[in-house]
């Protein structure tokens, strides 16, 4: 059974850091395309990163450019997202998810998602 489990959520207050797991099990997620998802309350779900299969090419939302940083560890079947300097719009819920679609953008191109982990930024 293909499973995404994200972990590494908690209440942190504004300027700190958090680190945000996801460890894949089921298959190999190699040669797939990784993405963070969050969605705030009474909001959609908006795209925050992804990273390319071997890492070569990551992708970042405007809003978290310069301040969070996606990676992966494919023999741990893992990605990260390193979260620096939170705001208190980055309250939301935190989706991991795996595709081998071509637009790291958009969540339809996504087969796989987490149950999501909770982040929120005090003042």
């Known amino acids: 059974q293909v499973q995404l489990v994200e972990s590494g959520g908690g209440l942190v207050q504004a300027g700190d850091s958090l680190r945000l797991s996801c460890a894949a099990s089921?298959?190999?997620?190699?040669?797939?395309?990784m993405g963070w998802f969050r969605q705030a309350p009474g909001k959609e779900r908006e795209f925050v990163a992804a990273i390319s299969w071997n890492g070569g090419n990551t992708y970042y939302a405007d809003s978290v450019k310069g301040r969070f940083t996606i990676s992966r560890d494919n023999a741990k079947n893992t990605v990260y997202l390193q979260m620096n300097s939170l705001k208190l719009e980055d309250t939301a819920v935190y989706y991991c998810?795996?595709?081998?679609?071509?637009?790291?953008?958009?969540?339809?191109?996504?087969?796989?998602w987490g149950q999501g982990t909770q982040v929120t930024v005090s003042s």
């Open positions: 089921g298959r190999s997620f190699s040669n797939d395309l």
């Open positions: 998810a795996a595709g081998q679609g071509y637009n790291p953008y958009t969540d339809y191109e996504y087969d796989y």
